[in-house]
């Protein structure tokens, strides 16, 4: 029985983003599709829910897995766990490591610094394996993490969308992870028993948005239908009740 109501779990996550893939137009015929993978719980659901996906649906899209890693931040990936998975699901498997001068820019945060030139190097990686789609493991609480964090320090009403072109339409973002939870993920990860990397960027708990992790978690303690609330909002604006720009 638990077996079952498990495996029933994982075929209602891969909907869910088949359904997001779906309302958004993430994906379609022939794309090549290039998912950023971490080490973490996020990018790995994103990879097998993806790769599942084509069993279901009459067309065809490749996919492969790329890693940057940044030298003496961020944790060492398995990189023989990740080849054999990738080999399982049919997908290739790209690793590159660079080196980041944190003390050219003092002015800047650590976290700041580090995810621009990751994304910098991952953005080239794109481009040289000819991919249209870029795939990211934000899920729902990352966009209103973002969401907030915009609010509270720019003073704007943005945050992380479905799809985001990118340098005049080479290539576009994509996020099919995006109407599912963290905890949804993360109970995703947990039933597989894919392997996490346990250790932690020594900067992660100090940032803005670790702050708005703990907002967002008061709301919905306050209302346990806040956050699929707040996320709704974001595509459900009266502009006649807000001011005038």
Avoid at 161 to 186: A, C, H, N, T, Y
Wanted: charged share 25%; proline share 4%; glycine share 6%.
């Amino acid at each position: 029985m638990a077996a079952t109501k498990e495996s029933n779990y994982l075929l209602r996550i891969q909907k869910t983003v088949g359904l997001a893939v779906n309302r958004y137009g993430l994906i379609g015929a022939g794309d090549r599709i290039a998912v950023g993978i971490s080490g973490g719980k996020d990018s790995i659901v994103l990879l097998e829910a993806l790769a599942l996906r084509r069993k279901w649906i009459p067309i065809h899209y490749e996919i492969c897995a790329v890693h940057i890693n940044v030298k003496n931040i961020t944790p060492e990936l398995d990189r023989d766990y990740y080849a054999g998975f990738c080999n399982d699901l049919d997908i290739s498997f790209h690793y590159r490591s660079i080196e980041v001068d944190l003390t050219r820019d003092p002015g800047k945060t650590v976290c700041f610094v580090c995810a621009w030139h990751r994304r910098r190097e991952l953005f080239n990686i794109v481009k040289e394996l000819g991919c249209n789609r870029l795939a990211l493991g934000h899920h729902m609480d990352d966009a209103l993490e973002t969401l907030f964090l915009n609010m509270t320090f720019n003073g704007s009403l943005s945050s992380m969308p479905p799809m985001l072109s990118m340098f005049d339409g080479e290539f576009d973002i994509i996020r099919p992870l995006i109407l599912l939870s963290e905890k949804q993920v993360e109970r995703y990860a947990r039933i597989r028993k894919f392997q996490i990397g346990t250790s932690r960027c020594p900067h992660g708990d100090k940032t803005r948005r670790a702050d708005m992790k703990r907002v967002i978690g008061e709301l919905a303690h306050m209302n346990r239908k806040a956050k699929k609330n707040i996320f709704a909002a974001m595509s459900n604006i009266h502009r006649e009740y807000l001011p005038p720009e």
